[in-house]
């Protein structure tokens, strides 16, 4: 099957962790893409890369790292930088920049 | 950066009834995407329309680029239909190309 899948689902981290939430995706795309939601909101922007080894930062990109060593990979670190780490985090990918994009499942994260 | 205003913000409707949901724009866009989160947060992609009318069963789209707006038509509602529902554009050029920016969504609510 196709898609983008994200893990773990749940994930639960006291304050001044670093923790690493994981994307995969098998559909070819070059570009992929981190999101961040919260309660009662649109999403915003995390980062963003459009080809492997290449990655460009969103609009609230304070706290948190990425890398694109593979076309299918795009890890997101949240650091203890990261003020209010608490949220939902969506994954997406599209062909390449500005086609449609898709999103994966999410990961929920609950710093404590 | 571009502006996205959806409305109304919640839709209570009964079983059977139809809707229409809003999203203006605050410039010029290339494509626009409807979406639908489920209770879970999944984002399921409705439809991708830049301009023109679209349908997909029981939903349909309409996007008028010129004068900056998209419609989302949901007939028959059903309570499956639940959840809320983001219209996004990308950023055109500059920094961030291809970076969706999303309404705050409707709240749809069908009862049985």
């Known amino acids: 099957d196709g898609g983008i899948t994200q893990s773990p689902k749940y994930l639960f981290r006291k304050e001044g962790q670093n923790v690493t939430l994981s994307c995969e995706q098998n559909?070819?795309?070059?570009?992929m893409y981190w999101y961040r939601q919260d309660p009662g909101q649109g999403l915003r922007l995390i980062y963003y890369?459009?080809?492997?080894?290449?990655?460009q930062k969103g609009d609230i990109a304070e706290g948190y790292s990425v890398s694109r060593e593979k076309k299918e990979s795009f890890p997101l670190t949240v650091t203890s930088a990261q003020k209010n780490p608490t949220a939902f985090y969506l994954c997406?990918?599209?062909?390449?920049?500005?086609?449609?994009?898709?999103f994966g499942p999410g990961t929920r994260l609950t710093v404590t | 950066g571009i502006q996205v205003e959806q409305s109304p913000p919640d839709l209570i409707l009964q079983e059977g009834a139809n809707s229409t949901l809003r999203c203006n724009f605050s410039d010029s866009v290339n494509n626009l995407q409807w979406f639908h989160q489920n209770p879970w947060g999944q984002l399921i992609n409705l439809f991708y329309i830049p301009s023109g009318t679209k349908q997909n069963g029981r939903l349909s789209a309409t996007t008028v680029a010129t004068e900056r707006y998209s419609l989302l038509y949901i007939s028959s509602s059903q309570t499956t239909d639940s959840g809320v529902y983001f219209c996004a554009v990308p950023n055109a050029g500059g920094t961030s190309y291809g970076k969706l920016t999303f309404g705050q969504g409707t709240i749809l609510t069908v009862h049985p």
């Open positions: 890369s459009q080809i492997v080894n290449d990655f």
């Open positions: 997406a990918s599209s062909i390449s920049t500005g086609d449609e994009q898709y």
């Open positions: 559909l070819n795309h070059d570009a």
